[in-house]
């Protein structure tokens, strides 16, 4: 919601959007949050009203992102999401150089729409004035590719060797338990959700996204410890299907419904 982005992007709260959530909270009959962290952050700014709560994730089509074999390829970097600040692609591309050093034949592959500023200047191509001239003689190894169809994210996921999303702040984020459905080795915000998402080292690996030094690292462990990162992939995906699995969040909306509201009626 607008008070829980005004906060964690340290930005005011808009009077009007502030006035239009106050109100839809007082007239909810429940609540129902994707994180503890959304709802402990929501409440500072907004009142619950003593109404039903319930902390249901949103699910993950543990179906559709499946293990793809034999489509992976070697020390590629793949980010998904919309190519803004607050998803922390410029440190990533920042910690590009460092895993280049250990990692030669490494490229980082960056999928997601672009984000214009409120001048309507693009932000990947501030990306490409300001930041990609520091990368020198790697710059030719990030890739910008815009935004693709839904369909062929997973194929997207299949040929990474790292999947790498160091947000600033997420509610709950989609991208990582997708990825890891997939078995593929994650990294991951330390901040906002990221520990309820990511056991570090067993189902995923956590970095400080503000510091381009340690996404580096976590990178380059994935890719010095092959087995390691494989065995951690095969947690994540078991920890996404019982977390996050279709199945399991029907299950858990329908018996909040059924508990809380209208039990009576079926």
């Not at 499946?66 to 998904?80: L, S, T």
Request: net charge positive; glycine share 6%.
């Amino acid at each position: 919601g607008h008070h829980f982005f005004a906060e964690s992007e340290n930005r005011e709260i808009n009077k009007w959007k502030g006035f239009q959530e106050k109100r839809s909270f007082r007239k909810s009959d429940g609540f129902i949050a994707v994180s503890k962290f959304v709802k402990e952050h929501t409440e500072k700014y907004l009142s619950f009203n003593n109404k039903p709560i319930a902390y249901i994730s949103n699910p993950i089509d543990t179906n559709f992102f499946k293990p793809i074999v034999g489509n992976e390829v070697e020390n590629r970097i793949v980010f998904a999401g919309t190519v803004c600040e607050k998803k922390g692609i410029r440190q990533l591309i920042q910690a590009f150089p460092l895993v280049k050093k250990e990692f030669p034949n490494a490229k980082l592959e960056i999928y997601g729409r672009d984000w214009f500023f409120p001048d309507g200047s693009s932000y990947i191509q501030m990306l490409k004035e300001k930041e990609l001239p520091q990368l020198k003689e790697v710059v030719k190894d990030v890739r910008f590719h815009g935004s693709i169809s839904y369909v062929n994210i997973p194929f997207v996921y299949s040929e990474a060797e790292a999947c790498v999303f160091p947000s600033h702040m997420e509610t709950q984020g989609l991208v990582a338990p997708e990825a890891m459905a997939m078995e593929k080795a994650v990294v991951f915000t330390k901040l906002g959700p990221g520990p309820e998402i990511i056991e570090d080292y067993k189902t995923g690996l956590m970095c400080n996204p503000y510091i381009p030094a340690d996404i580096a690292e976590k990178i380059i462990w994935i890719f010095s410890n092959n087995e390691k990162a494989k065995e951690m992939g095969k947690a994540g995906r078991q920890f996404v299907i019982e977390k996050y699995g279709l199945r399991n969040i029907v299950s858990q909306n329908i018996k909040f419904y059924m508990e809380k509201f209208h039990r009576d009626k079926f």
